[in-house]
């Protein structure tokens, strides 16, 4: 970003602070803040340099949002290392700690704009770690991402790999599925509080992306996700890495603790004193596959194949809490915030059918008709105004309009305001494998007639979304009309 635009920045965010200050009514008096304006605030966050370090027992932690936040954020990083050490107890994972430092560093910017800012990250990204050995550092932002995604999930998962480096010398040689499924397994895979962080749970977006890909076809078999280079390590196999993760740490339903007579853990444990003794300079993605599929072998008494057979049949049977839950004749998410109606005469659609964003979406008719009713909840990490510019940025996200029948306009439905557009055209083509997988098949597209209603508050987008055939249009747009005046945000 140039250096103008910088300043127009910075001074635009001084105005916004000034705007949601401090309202008042009409005789002066200071007015209660409507929670949007909270948010505001909350999100204008504090100068660096009023902004003081943190010190904790194991972190340095830097965080301009609120002192509140900071506080909290620095609380939870502790939680997160007890979290870690009970896991890789120091008698056997002795810490290798940045040089000529007692305490990692973390970095946390009061928004997602300004986090893009300072370090050049591209839109998406919520966090990341840089495993430079005098400065081993995490850096995220406060504030959602993605459907679900939090702060703290992302503190989660970037400090996973902060702790990897103390633990595992050689870490830029350690198999990749090891980094993420670990990273995945505490970070996606955790329930966490300010003073405690609960594993061995399961991510929901995790676990449906990988049942989504044994049940089509697209999943990753386990000789080939031990033996993939980085550069061939793609979101997709996230949930591959968290999936054994997960089974050798929790098969049984033993706690992680307990090193001897489960199977998985035994398997684990032999493969992290493994991974924690590789020398050299140059990835060995053969001779580290080689020695995990004997652990297998070795402790199960099973072929890789008859194992794996196993291992996907269990996988398919878990299941998430949802996100969200039946109430009366709709449903409810007080995680994304909003509620919804069933169309009637529709199905609700397992977690593994949802395309990417969507939290619940139902069908009607043959599958290859395309009939669906969808709510998708996004990040608004811009924090923008509800616009046609905007509507059209996001749409352009999941389909390829070729035909306009009407453009955005503003509207209000269910007392909330909404940008309206219908188009004829197709879903675009995503990375194939469960969530992100809008239209997985390796044929032309089905063209259909689209309906989007687009809803923004200060830090969600929403969009409740009708796809039709030409010749069922009319009739499920009316469908559709009903289902979004049920159709409620809650604040």
Known sequence: MHRISKLLLIATLALSAIAVGAPQDGDGKPKKSTPQEELAREYAGRPWADSPKIVTAHYNIHCNSTAENAKRYADVMEALYKAYDKVFPETYFPRNRPEGKARNEVYIHANHQQFMDWTGSPPGVGGFFYPHPKLRTVTAYHGSFGTSGSTEEVLAHEGTHQFQAMIFPNMMVVPIWVIEGMAC?????????????????????????????????????????????????????????WGVFYWCLYGNKASPKAWSGNTGHDIMNDWLLYCRDIEGQRPDPEKHASYFESLITEHTGQTVSEWEQEYKDWILKLKTDPIIKKKGAGWTSEKLGFECGKPSGWKKLKDSKLFRNEAIAFSTGSKKDGRRISTLAMSNWQHGALSEELANRMIQQYFAAEEWKSEFTKTNV?????????????????????????????????????????YATYDKIYANVVESSANLFEKDNAAFDKYVTKFQIIF
Do not use: W
């Open 185 to 241: 397994y505490f970070g996606d895979g955790s329930e966490i509080e300010r003073n405690k962080v609960e594993i061995n749970v399961i991510p929901r977006d995790r676990l449906i992306g990988l049942q989504a890909a044994i049940e089509d076809g697209s999943y990753c078999t386990i000789p080939r996700l031990l033996r993939l280079p980085q550069g061939a390590f793609t979101g997709f196999h996230y949930g591959h890495g």
């Open 414 to 454: 269910g007392g909330f305001d909404a940008m309206d557009g219908t188009f004829v055209g197709t879903r675009v083509k995503a990375d194939a494998g469960g969530i992100g997988a809008d239209d997985k098949g390796d044929g032309e597209a089905t063209k259909l007639t689209v309906r989007v209603l687009l």
